[in-house]
């Protein structure tokens, strides 16, 4: 099990989050992404958490990362 954290640029709202979310809980070996709107964050824990993709993810729901 691992954790990454990513800065998330342009969420607003619950909506934004739930988006996000989805988006990353949807790949392979990914079992949470937790959003803190607040931070402007998303942290994902997984067995195989694979940044690169967690990050693609975000770019495919139509976020930047920073
Ligand atoms: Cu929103």
């Given amino acids: 099990m691992n954790t990454t954290t990513?800065?998330?640029q342009g969420m607003t709202c619950g909506g934004c989050?739930?988006?996000?979310?989805?988006?990353?809980?949807?790949?392979?070996g990914i079992s949470s992404a937790e959003v803190d709107l607040g931070a402007g964050t998303l942290t994902a824990t997984g067995q195989d958490v694979d940044e690169a993709a967690v990050r693609a993810a975000i770019a495919s729901a139509g976020?930047?990362?920073a």
């Avoid at 989050?17 to 392979?28: F, I, R």
């Fill in 6 to 8: 990513v800065t998330v």
């Fill in 17 to 28: 989050a739930t988006k996000v979310s989805a988006a990353v809980e949807a790949l392979a």
């Fill in 63 to 65: 976020y930047q990362t």
